[in-house]
């Protein structure tokens, strides 16, 4: 515990081993942060990394950022921040499908996507294939079901979920989203539902947090 | 407004207009009464009808009430209590389906088809089919099809009522089950979940609520 | 399930048996998709329907439409985007009658009466009979009643669903508007009191979900 | 507030001086203390005063103090101890009606009658005319509005406050009941509608609260 | 029931007689209506009324309002939208006390008052005496304890109304503000509070709802 | 789809394909069934498999099922019942680890962990090294980081995910247990911390779902 | 962090260090562990430590204890289970004052008080002085601001907590208990109170916490 | 309680006193007051004190303060506004920490610290250590443990105050944040673990309630 090695920025640390211990760069997490403090923060990061990332950034970062760092990158619809010098597959034909209900819950699918694919995965996207249209579902089934790791991206009453844990059996990641009104009570109506899934061995995250799932995901296809 | 009938008991009103205005006589919620308040409105019903019945009963208001009306039945599973000296078909062929997730669904789905039976409707059980094994429901879809209400009964997340949303078009009663567990909070899921389904235009009752969606499954049934 | 005719566009299927299945075409849900998705959905729905319709759409979606689809329409207070080229009467003078409670609810109410409309029905609208006064009810009751099934509209308390349920001998459907504050919990205390109703039979849909009371009202009203 | 009266027992402190304050000796709220602390607190009580109570108490705390206080009686339906000695009418024909909605609201609504009742008020009792079967309220209506403060009791959807409170000019005291199942969540979807009460000026109580809405009734009741 | 007066608007319908049956016109809840819809109901009832209200009214409402009816008035701090051609006092040195516990609850509190007053009752205002520091209230309590009604009204934790309780001989009505923040989950805390406060006989009105509480005043102020 | 096998019986249907489709025959939920639908399930499943399991399981349905089959097993803690008559072990060395914060979470962490032995996998057990003594955690840290899987079991406030998300590289399952009282809303405060880890990438199940925490574990275990 | 001291027993580890690290042996949260885990538990412990306890201790451990360790006590209020061989007072005349609102709120109180004393403080007991009678609390003010410490309990409103904050100059530990019904939702209510006390400076523990009160009293008491 | 000075302005009272009874002036909870009331209350604070302050104040306050007291500060990080002519230190060397799990808690952070200072404490800052990486956290925990008050402020998931808690033995107070999203509920997953800590005897304060811990910590630093 003694060798670790960080940064100490104004009212943030840079961790620089997480890299070794846990696979992937400290990812910023934007939300509450000034852009001073993110644009310092990305500058440490850049200093030692070739591929790091921030989530839920807004674009006025991604705008004091870039005549510092002019190959950052920024992905408007999953408001990830990113550079990516030197892009490596790490996991092969592994592949992880990233499977929504909905077009409206594309941009956590997105953010989870895309944080699969900067850490080296290769993505399978399978988008609006919600249960109310099942056959939608089942026209992609074959495909879905030759990935690695399977993440379920769902508003409303997230019951995708509970069908494709049925249908696959892949490691599966649940993502409740917020996409819905009233008594859905901003997501939680979706997140309820995936922690009580009749199909047992689903992993839940919080609602709206594609990063979590990709990295997690991530995690899961880099066993062997 | 003025020519109801109803009998005055001690603490309890019996309408006796009921079976005129709403196609049935009053039904008793047997929770929170003693066992005599129940025994004495049973006993001011049976003497206005052949049929009546009275739900989440105890099976001592049974005992009490056996001496006096000696053809009463308690169903054990459902808890209802009832009398049906002249039972009779009133919609024909005109069948409602109650579909089941699990098994220890039953209670709630026998409550909802027995009620929908002394009403004077064929029912159709189609029992633990839920989403987690999708193909016994797709094997008792057509069945399911042909009915002409459908009544969708389902604990834990409640995927149920979404799935056969997409697949019937036909009227959808959801009943929400307390099965389940934890982060189910007692039905709460399952209600949330069914109240945000994606398969637009279902109906949803109480949790456990198995009369209500007996009762108007009926009187959707009753429509020509 | 081999059969099925879908459109998949970028981010989105489009459903095109639902029409034969389901007895409209797919509904969009406008509320998380940009104007483009939106446009390209719609788009694609001209191509094989005469009446087709969004909810929850934004008038920049109508504005960003309007030059591709000349006749498309836009109604303001229930926020329903639509086409209705042909339009039919399906349920001849089986009419869905919707009441609200006060005049706060009339865009739920008009989403499900427009909704009703477009699918093929007659609509009787009574507005603003809530049970603080309930002799507005009482002189509009006649009409009510003769109507084939009933959506009750209702902010607050919710409690014109258990008093219309009490009246009507018809299918009831209770729609929870978000009208009110504190502990309305936006909609909340309306929801409970709806599924909670003491009139059994009720059938509800989520909070301010007009369009699924109107779809199925229509269902019910199809029945025959 | 230098003159107060008050005895000091083991972990309780009896106010004294509470009659002439508040027109009623301290109420004992039975719940949560001894068998042996209620009777301590009752036997002090006796020395003082010729009439007192208290609430939700067990059977066996009425056993404890019979032998000590020979003429102290126990209402099983609201577990009321109390004695009265000297039962005067404070009010005159000023009556307090209570009114409830269901037979499964009469303990509550019992607790609320003989609280006012010993408190010196004439009680009308109106049970079991909830919302359901409206004619049975309006039946008795006239009666009610004679009265000169009304309380509500009622469980489920407490619809029945809204439609009081639309029809009588008195004040009315709101009490909801924990009768009811599922999304009724112990009484919560009552307050909740009481609270929101499209009827304005509605004064709750907490859930089961009889006693809090009869002591609220005689202060009224006992203004001129 | 038969001889009620009232007239239809669109969308809504405005009650002639309520100031019989209860005391003072119909009150407008301006929220969720249109500016249009508010101002002709505004002319509906100023053709029948000298002294009307509406809460909750936007600034925009009271602008649209004022070339047709001059005498309008509107107080920013209650939003309450009034015309008081005939100011009457109808309950003499009955007066009606509206404590605050900070200086925040104004508004509500002022909302309270000033239904009070156009009502026709003697209004005392003694605000920013909250429990944090108790002597402010206790210099007050004097007049407090003059007044024939108390209004408490706070945010926080509400422990105004629990301690007035148990000082004041008189009917208490509580009035629950949002004002605070995290935890009082927007007024929750202190309406839980005023519900379970240990002194018996409080009366509770919605967060934030001092017209509520103004009129239920009224009414028990207006008795004898 | 259709060569499913599953046969059916008295409200329940049993998928004998489970274990090609899912790797492990279908796991009974045995709260909520009778004990002899219980029984009816495990002897259809003896009939096919060697190794099958039933979790909470009361002991009264071990003991109608032992005399029908001798070799069924009941584990008391973590009320499994199960037969295993051919042990495997599927997944070699690669071992999972099941980490408590505490003594009273271990009825969960058994469900887990025997859960995953009886899939085949070879699993660690290290017990009560919650945060509150940090360094009990570090002690055991080089042996949990060895695991290919971990899964954290904690109540209270849960803290342990947290922490182990940091420190091991692994994929970790988090399982939020009862533990505890007052705020902890039965497992509700460990839930929502474990879903809101700042250590991104746990997947959460169910308050007390060891089950699913185990079969997850072997999910991901299997993967290679 | 090497030099821990710690045993291993089944299914717990006991700190050895803890008592140099926080100046108390580790405390054992007896719920949910087996009477058998307990009696090792305090075993290993009485090896060690002179004075120790446990919290929610059921009496049938201390008759599974009493056995092997004959000084072992027993409070049944608290429900502590101690040894305390060799009582010493570590804070001289630092007074730690108890103060409830009622006779009910007793047992969490003792929690609190016995903890505190058993740590080697004096502690000071006020019972019964709640708002509602608040010449009661006046009375005990005196020897109430003399104590360094001040833990306010209280269940119902809980506002106790906040007339206390304004009153004493010394720091506040607020303890919410479960006394109360209804929307006392098991002591949420009065949580929810203390969290948003008016008076700034209120720490506060969990619903029914006293060991917690009397533990975080203990170490401000030992400043110095 | 006959001699406590105070000022009375429009809807708002000053104490005076309450720099004796509590040590420090008055603090001005500036949300939901308006820029006159604010700088009514500041201009008459100004008048007897040499350092005060408000919290929660808008820039709008200060510019509206600026020109009357021309030495205010506004620190626009914990948005606290103040005055201090005269800083002194009360407390010598005993340091208040205040640790932070991110950067994002700062605001919040930053409010305790400054109030804590301009009570007379000195201050360490220890931010961005949270258990993620626990590492960062250790490092510091020298300078920590030597604090002789600790102050916890985390949002997420709030695992900082339970890991503190088990290593630092000095007062701790946590402090929730609204840092975080989806199941955070705006700071209420943090407050429930903070409340549910293993590491007993952590005082809580309200979601994003920097003052209160500030205030709180003071209090026990001026212990001795």
């Known amino acids: ?23 992937f760069p400290e990812v910023v997490y934007c939300e509450g942060k000034t852009d001073q403090q993110c644009v310092d923060i990305f500058m440490t990061l850049q200093e030692h990394y070739d591929t790091f990332m921030g989530t839920r950034a807004r674009i006025s ?33 592994r592949t992880i ?11 956590v699918a997105e953010e989870a996507a895309l944080t699969a694919e900067l850490m080296g995965n290769k993505v399978l996207r399978v988008y609006d294939v919600g249960v109310a249209g099942i056959h939608r579902l089942m026209e992609r089934l074959d495909s879905i079901q030759e990935a690695n790791v399977v993440i379920a991206v769902a508003g409303m009453e997230g019951a995708l979920a509970s069908v494709l844990g049925g249908l696959v059996n892949k490691p599966l990641i649940a993502v409740p989203t917020s996409v819905g009104y009233g008594a859905n009570f901003e997501g939680l109506a979706a997140l309820l539902a995936m922690l009580n ?24 296809n880099s066993q062997r």
Chains 1, 2, 3, 4, 5, 6, 7, 8 share one sequence.
């Open 1 to 23: 515990m003694d060798t670790n090695k960080s940064v100490q920025l104004d009212g943030a640390i840079i961790d620089l081993d997480r890299n070794e211990r846990q696979g």
């Open 61 to 93: 970062i991604y705008e004091a950022l870039k005549p510092h760092i002019p190959d950052v990158q920024y992905d408007e619809m999953s408001r990830i921040l990113y550079v990516n010098r030197n892009p490596i597959n790490r996991n092969g034909e």
């Open 97 to 107: 499908a990233v499977v929504t209900a909905g077009t409206s819950d594309m941009p």
């Open 197 to 220: 899934s009749c199909a047992a061995g689903v992993g839940v995250v919080n609602i709206d947090n594609g990063f979590g799932a990709g990295r997690l995901a991530h995690m899961i």
